[in-house]
């Protein structure tokens, strides 16, 4: 007797075979489980799509007001120690504000703390004089 399907399979036609392998690679017999498979395609490309415009976003959060007289403390002490560091940049740009704009990148506090070039340097700080 010759398999009426092209799996060779005896005893089953070629549209029960058919039916077999879409359960098997797509579990979609009700709507249910078709929404399921829906939503497992949609979703991720609609939070996929708003991770791309969130991206786009630039968020800076306010420079608070103790990372501001920490700043003006910290540009303090780099000029008693006379650093470079505590004097305007070629462009003029203060020492305070240079602070603000880059607060968590340095060791704001450490600075504040240090008592000679060495406590400085140890903030991360170059110091060159």
């Not at 709507?31 to 497992?40: S, V």
């Not at 968020?59 to 403390?73: D, L, Q």
């Not at 940049?89 to 602070?99: N, Q, R, S």
Request: aromatic share 2%; net charge neutral; with cysteine.
């Amino acid at each position: 007797m010759k398999p009426a399907n092209d799996a060779g399979i005896p005893g089953m036609t070629q549209h029960q075979l058919d039916v077999v392998r879409c359960k098997v690679h797509f579990h979609i017999d009700t709507p249910a489980e078709r929404a399921r498979m829906i939503a497992a395609i949609i979703l991720p490309a609609v939070l996929g799509c708003a991770g791309l415009i969130y991206a786009g976003c630039v968020y800076e959060p306010p420079v608070s007001r103790v990372t501001i007289e920490n700043c003006a403390t910290a540009c303090t002490t780099l000029r008693r120690l006379d650093c470079p560091e505590g004097k305007p940049t070629p462009k003029g740009a203060p020492c305070e504000a240079v602070c603000e704009s880059n607060s968590e990148l340095l060791e704001i506090v450490c600075v504040t703390q240090a008592t000679s070039v060495e406590g400085v340097r140890l903030c991360n700080v170059r110091c060159r004089q």
